[in-house]
């Protein structure tokens, strides 16, 4: 299977990198990838990379939880335990960002338990997803008709309120093609709402090679504060504020002790998990370094 190589860095476009840190692929291949780190503006990203024809097979795998609803195992029943819960305060969010209800669009969406939620809530939403399996239980969830990407035709033209990327911009491979398309797709007041790992957090040091949330090579990039900013002021947008998501250290933890013990440590999972979320706490929006982080971004 052939490999693309970036020769430029996909924020400020410079051709300079080193190698950051390589990693396994424990989920599908087991092959290992390199995550390069930009001399100039220390952007992360996985380099080389399979393509975005390829890349697909790298996706074919019982254990990739958000593409399906059975709860088989003790990471999946996790995962699906706390769920209800997470979808709830995300609901929280956005009703706090626009308290009128509006058009929503889920990039992304799985198998559609979010957008269900916002429906129920009272948005008038969408859903894009490109996992056919994934996508026809989010139909049959939502009863909406779910687009397979952002350049459907039927999204030609539409503007949205709200924006939501719950861990997916990591995955795309046209970065900044995307962004441009958020840009054009968002109304003037509107809101994007992404969530992605975050590679400075407490958990990703403890663990280094064996951090679950690197996810090579399905993660093409891996978001700090800084390049997240960078990124989007690129795009003409701001990063308004900051929202932690305090279960993923816990569940991220449990990956990496799987991947790096071969069995999951609930003891080490636990107590890296607390350690993480504690040395990530902050008053400030802007201080936050927790195992994945939310930030919500409006236009310059």
């Known amino acids: 299977m052939s490999l693309e190589i970036l020769k430029s860095c996909p924020v400020c476009q410079s051709n300079s990198f080193n190698n950051y840190l390589n990693v396994e692929d424990y989920t599908v291949s087991r092959k290992e990838f390199t995550i390069q780190q930009c001399n100039a503006c220390?952007?992360?990203?996985?380099?080389?990379?399979?393509?975005?024809?390829e890349i697909g097979a790298y996706y074919k795998s019982q254990e990739y939880i958000s593409h399906h609803d059975e709860a088989k195992d003790l990471m999946s029943k996790m995962y699906t335990s706390v769920r209800n819960y997470t979808i709830s305060q995300k609901i929280k969010l956005i009703n706090n960002l626009y308290p009128k209800p509006g058009s929503l669009l889920d990039i992304g969406c799985g198998t559609g338990n979010f957008l269900q939620a916002t429906k129920q809530a009272g948005w008038k939403i969408t859903g894009t997803e490109p996992d056919s399996e994934a996508r026809k239980v989010a139909g049959d969830r939502v009863g909406e008709a779910i687009q397979e990407s952002i350049n459907s035709p039927?999204?030609?033209?539409?503007?949205?309120?709200?924006?939501?990327?719950?861990?997916?911009?990591?995955?795309?491979?046209?970065?900044?093609?995307?962004?441009?398309?958020?840009?054009?797709h968002l109304t003037s007041e509107g809101k994007i709402i992404i969530a992605v790992p975050n590679p400075q957090s407490a958990d990703a040091a403890h663990y280094r090679r064996f951090w679950a949330a690197y996810d090579v090579p399905r993660h093409l990039y891996h978001f700090t504060k800084d390049s997240m900013a960078l990124l989007m002021k690129k795009h003409g947008f701001k990063i308004d504020t900051i929202h932690p998501m305090w279960f993923d250290s816990f569940y991220v933890s449990m990956l990496s002790t799987k991947y790096k013990?071969?069995?999951?440590?609930?003891?080490?999972?636990?107590?890296?998990?607390?350690?993480?979320?504690?040395?990530?706490?902050?008053?400030?929006?802007?201080?936050?370094?927790?195992?994945?982080l939310i930030y919500v971004i409006s236009k310059i």
Do not use: A, C
């Not at 350690?275 to 994945?292: A, C, E, P, R, Y």
């Open 154 to 184: 039927e999204l030609s033209g539409r503007k949205f309120d709200i924006i939501t990327m719950w861990h997916v911009l990591e995955h795309v491979h046209l970065l900044n093609e995307t962004i441009d398309w958020l840009s054009e």
């Open 261 to 292: 013990s071969r069995k999951i440590d609930l003891l080490d999972s636990i107590k890296t998990g607390v350690l993480s979320n504690l040395k990530g706490k902050s008053s400030q929006s802007k201080d936050l370094n927790t195992s994945s």
């Open 42 to 53: 220390y952007f992360l990203f996985t380099n080389p990379r399979p393509d975005i024809e």
